[in-house]
């Protein structure tokens, strides 16, 4: 990409003296064009600079506190749509509540076709979701491990 | 997990762009929760979609710019083009009362500029993803972010000179 004085201007003006600031695909030829007429900009890196250190020190409130509980509070869980057939199959055999000992014995089963479903559905836990793989997706990742990869290090 | 990650990821920058934007914590919360609650009804068909940092801060940039409208009769880029910060060379401010004027001064840019400059000088976007974000042309965006800083040069000079 070819630099021009006037362009390298711009850039100044515009993203600040610090390079990495300015935009990637122009990065590498306006640093090569400022080495070769480093006084020429000097002037305007001062002015960029200034303005630079304001904006360094513009105050910044913390992010609230629980903030992040609350967003995930209302999030599809994983496994969401399990428990809502467990729901909707309590809700299918005792409309109102265990009232009556064979309702009683209903729920019994119930909970127990529901129990052993929950057992059998936590060895898959260990495979994302539908809405996991799509969140990996959008940060970037292919799935899980790749994700646990970088954030471990 | 998955969704944790994505908060943890991205909740931060969509809070800062709706701080800077509102300068109201209980509002940038709305605004804040309102964003990953439309995330999380987009999540099924994903697929295709942008960038979720870019998604992000276009949901949160419009937002704001609903409640900026409801706010007050102040159209956007109609803002005051300067306000007096009070800031006199002679006076030895604290780095918090520094701090106060220096937001001020940024308080008082024209929206669309705050905008921009919050995007890039704030949060360290990347030119494109800035301009796709406020759904504006990078050329458009270049504009904002250098009448912003020339504004701020200017009113910097103007307190120095008082």
């Known amino acids: 990409m070819t630099m021009t004085d006037e362009r390298l201007l711009d850039l100044i003006e515009t993203y600040g003296a610090e390079p990495m600031g300015w935009p990637e695909a122009e990065r590498d ?13 000097e002037p305007a890196l001062r002015d960029a600079r200034l303005i630079d250190g304001i904006l360094a020190i513009d105050e910044m409130p913390d992010v609230p506190s629980g903030l992040a509980e609350r967003i995930l509070a209302v999030a599809p869980q994983a496994g969401a749509s399990r428990r809502g057939i467990g729901a909707r199959l309590r ?57 646990l990869e970088e954030v471990d290090g | 997990m998955a969704q944790a990650a994505l908060v943890n990821r991205h909740m931060p ?25 439309r995330a999380w009804k987009m999540l099924p068909d994903w697929q295709d979609r942008a960038k979720f940092s ?50 001020a001064l940024i308080d008082a840019l024209p929206d669309r500029q705050k905008e921009a400059l919050t995007l890039c000088a704030f949060e360290g976007m990347g030119n494109i993803e800035a301009a796709e974000s406020m759904g504006i042309s990078v050329e458009a965006l270049e504009s904002l972010l250098s009448r912003a800083r020339r504004k701020l040069r200017d009113q910097l000079a103007e307190v120095q000179e008082a």
């Open chain 2, 54 to 103: 870019t998604w992000a801060c276009t949901v949160a940039i419009n937002l704001c710019r609903d409640k900026l409208k409801k706010r007050a009769p102040v159209l956007m880029d109609e803002l005051p083009e300067h306000e007096d910060s009070g800031l006199k060379p002679d006076q030895a401010l604290s780095q918090k009362q520094a701090g106060e004027r220096i937001s």
């Open chain 1, 91 to 147: 809700s299918i055999i005792m409309p109102n509540g265990a009232r009556w000992p064979a309702g009683a014995a209903l729920a019994s089963l119930a909970m127990g076709l529901v129990g052993g479903y929950a057992t059998a559905a936590t060895s898959s836990d260990l495979y994302p979701s539908t809405e996991e793989t799509v969140v990996y997706a959008a940060l970037g990742y292919d799935g899980l491990s790749n994700f």
């Open chain 2, 13 to 37: 920058v969509v809070w800062r762009v709706a701080y800077r934007m509102l300068k109201d914590r209980e509002e940038a919360e709305d605004v804040t929760q309102e964003t990953f609650l």
């Open chain 1, 29 to 41: 030829a306006a640093l090569a064009h400022l080495s070769a007429n480093r006084v020429q900009f």
